[in-house]
T-cell receptor, first 112, second 111 residues
Framework: KQEVTQIPAALSVPEGENLVLNCSFT??????LQWFRQDPGKGLTSLLL?????REQTSGRLNASLDKSSGRSTLYIAASQPGDSATYLCAVYNNAGNMLTFGGGTRLMVKP | NAGVTQTPKFQVLKTGQSMTLQCAQD?????MSWYRQDPGMGLRLIHYSVGAGITDQGEVPNGYNVSRSTTEDFPLRLLSAAPSQTSVYFC??????????FGQGTRLTVV
């Protein structure tokens, strides 16, 4: 059974710092990996999708990498802002493409 | 562009009552799914559908029914609500293996 772990569970940083969120998964037979953002009481907003054939994806200040062989993905946030405060979730698609398995999330607080 | 729309946003049920959570998407996605989110348990898959007329069970299907008569709609039915079904429910849609889009969630309390 696929298990997805996110470390750290919570992170507090001052505004302007660059930071890295980690995601690891136990079964490397994944198809895609997706990073989401969730604000309190809200739904999930898609940030980046990395296909299994890719090693990284970039969107603005966000860069996500994927190393299937080691079962790891990282989300890099450059020049963090208070508006980045949220919970960040990673999820992996199984090979059939019909199921996402989620990590427990990293709760990020960026202090002004 | 509405994306994935869930109704209602909030609901309180008494134990034993039934209800249907609605989910609609306007992106012509063939894949739709339902997840529940619980503190300490994360998001878990309840049921999913790979197209109209085709549904399958996920990780935690007991107590829930689904059907998919159109591409756009994927309702989730609670047959006889139990306190253990108190949760936040999310509907998602995607193309096969594509980027998943989520609705805003339904917060359900069973008393």
């Amino acid at each position: 059974k696929q298990e997805v772990t996110q470390i750290p569970a919570a992170l507090s940083v001052p505004e302007g710092e660059n930071l890295v969120l980690n995601c690891s998964f136990t079964d490397s037979a994944i198809y895609n990996l997706q990073w989401f953002r969730q604000d309190p009481g809200k739904g999930l907003t898609s940030l980046l999708l990395i296909q299994s054939s890719q090693r990284e994806q970039t969107s603005g200040r966000l860069n996500a990498s994927l190393d299937k062989s080691s079962g790891r993905s990282t989300l890099y946030i450059a020049a963090s802002q208070p508006g980045d405060s949220a919970t960040y979730l990673c999820a992996v698609y199984n090979n059939a493409g019909n199921m996402l398995t989620f990590g427990g999330g990293t709760r990020l607080m960026v202090k002004p | 562009n509405a994306g994935v729309t869930q109704t209602p946003k909030f609901q309180v049920l008494k134990t034993g009552q039934s209800m249907t959570l609605q989910c609609a998407q306007d992106m012509n996605h063939e894949y739709m799914s339902w997840y529940r989110q619980d503190p300490g348990m994360g998001l878990r898959l309840i049921h999913y559908s790979v197209g109209a007329g085709i549904t399958d069970q996920g990780e935690v299907p007991n107590g829930y029914n689904v059907s998919r008569s159109t591409t756009e709609d994927f309702p989730l039915r609670l047959l006889s609500a139990a306190p253990s079904q108190t949760s936040v429910y999310f509907c998602a849609s995607s193309f096969r293996r594509g980027e998943a889009f989520f609705g805003q969630g339904t917060r359900l309390t069973v008393v």
